[in-house]
């Protein structure tokens, strides 16, 4: 039997008037503390029993395929998957919510990359055991992603590098042998093929710019495709920088030339991937995720055996950078049944599991085994292009206090797209903003 439920339907009423309260920052109470030891990880697991797995909707079904698997096997130990918005921050929220209050509601989390630190360094999420996963198997830089001061604390679930989708058939129609490389080919492109007949009514390009998470992804991919980086090795925030200013330039002159439609200002993932699907878009910046509903042949997809994937387009001479995206597996310290969350983590994590995900899910494991397996990359061909771009991808600030530091960037990148600013101005508020976050 599916066991799904929505966030509303579990979070009691008692829980949502506390939390309502509470002031949402990167720096919740006990940010200063130190995780927890290594050598107690493994005595920390006790408690067997339901638990809920907490995370973003799951469009393919291929994760409550796994549920259901485990469900079969372990009827006294029963998951339940809790279901959170599409918006990275409103999952975000939720989470930070439910362990401000210690609520035991959430027993597995589904977390973004970049929020390993945060939730580590507040003790929202528990060190696991060293011998708990093959983690030497495992893509190193999904393994980084779980990792805080050098104590592993989430299981990687699946990584992700940014890919440009195109339309074969236009570029073809437009005299196009290739896909462009950078952004001035790019509007080359879209300049010869929005003139063809068949082409009416469509827009040349979109990503993800509603003041979202998915909008510091974007500014990103923009400042690391320029030959910048938002933050240096050393930790300091760098976008006081021409590369920088030429990434947010690129992305507001689009903006401001109509390469981009207007209404992508409120785009995330999925109406970036709806556009494209119903053929309003001739390139797309997206993950992988959306390649299962590109080649649905259910008629739900315009673009069917009608598009190409490959890299994210570079800014002048440099070459396109992906942001490093994914998701990690982590257990809550408040739920009551640990020993069963760590053992689902361990199973849904699994390459067994990864792999039989691969029949519904595009999502790419974290394994480099079935990234280069032929009977995967036979159905799922981008998958070279996308090691391509993990090799190259660059990580988001890797901060304790994501959460100020995301907003910060969202809130001066939207200034500039929408004209509230313009990009030096929005950089040099964006600079300021991320020094102070640095020095507290």
């Known amino acids: 039997m599916r066991q799904r439920r929505h966030f509303r339907q579990i979070l009691l009423g008692t829980a949502a008037l506390t939390i309502s309260g509470l002031v949402l920052t990167g720096c919740g ?79 597995v989390l589904n977390l973004d990359v970049v929020w390993t630190s945060e939730f580590a360094a507040n003790r929202w999420i528990m060190p696991l055991p060293e011998d708990a996963l093959p983690t030497d198997t495992m893509v190193p830089a999904a393994v980084e992603t779980a990792t805080y001061r050098d104590t592993l604390y989430g299981a990687p679930y699946y990584t992700d590098g940014a890919l440009l989708y195109h339309r074969t058939d236009l570029l073809q129609a437009a005299g196009i042998d290739a896909p462009p490389t950078n952004w001035e080919e790019m509007t080359a492109a879209c300049e010869k093929v929005l003139a063809l007949p068949e082409a009416e009514g469509m ?42 200013l030429a990434g947010l330039t690129q992305l507001t002159d689009a903006f401001n030339e109509g390469l981009v439609p207007s209404d992508a200002i409120t785009y995330i993932e999925e109406q970036g991937r709806r556009a494209f699907q119903e053929g309003d878009l001739v390139f797309l910046r997206n993950w992988p995720f959306v390649y299962s509903s590109l080649t649905a042949t259910d008629g739900s997809s315009a673009v069917v055996d009608k598009f190409g994937i490959s890299s994210v387009p570079g800014i002048g001479d440099n070459p396109g950078v992906s942001t490093l995206g994914g998701r990690n597996l982590a257990v809550s310290p408040f739920t009551e049944n640990k020993a069963t969350a760590l053992d689902f983590i361990k199973f849904f994590t699994s390459e067994e599991e990864s792999k039989a995900r691969l029949d519904k899910s595009s999502r790419a494991p974290v394994y480099p085994s079935l990234l280069e ?15 391509e771009s993990l090799e190259n991808a660059q990580a988001r600030p890797q901060v304790v206090k994501y959460g100020a530091t995301t907003t910060a960037i969202q809130e001066e990148a939207y200034a500039a797209l929408t004209g509230e600013k313009d990009p030096e101005t929005a950089l040099a508020d964006m600079q300021a903003k991320l020094e102070e976050l640095s020095a507290e």
Do not use: H, M
């Not at 995780?35 to 994760?63: C, H, L, M, T």
């Not at 495709?225 to 021409?242: K, L, N």
């Open 373 to 387: 397996d032929p009977a995967v990359v036979e159905k799922r061909p981008f998958y070279p292009t996308l090691l």
């Open 203 to 244: 827009s040349c390009y979109a990503g993800q710019f509603d003041k979202n998470e998915a909008l510091t992804v974007n500014f990103t991919e923009a400042v690391g495709s320029a030959g910048g980086q938002v933050f240096d090795d050393e930790g300091a925030p760098t976008v006081d920088t021409p590369e920088a």
């Open 29 to 107: 109470a006990g940010s200063s503390e130190e995780p927890e030891a290594k050598q107690d990880a493994a005595a920390a697991f006790e408690g067997r029993g339901p638990i809920n797995y907490v995370s973003s909707r799951d469009a393919s079904g291929a994760a409550q395929d796994t549920i259901d698997k485990w469900n079969a096997e372990n009827p006294d130990e029963q998951v339940t998957f809790v279901e959170l918005p599409d918006s990275a921050d409103q999952q975000r929220q939720q989470l930070v919510q439910n362990a401000q209050i210690k609520s035991e509601t959430f027993s």
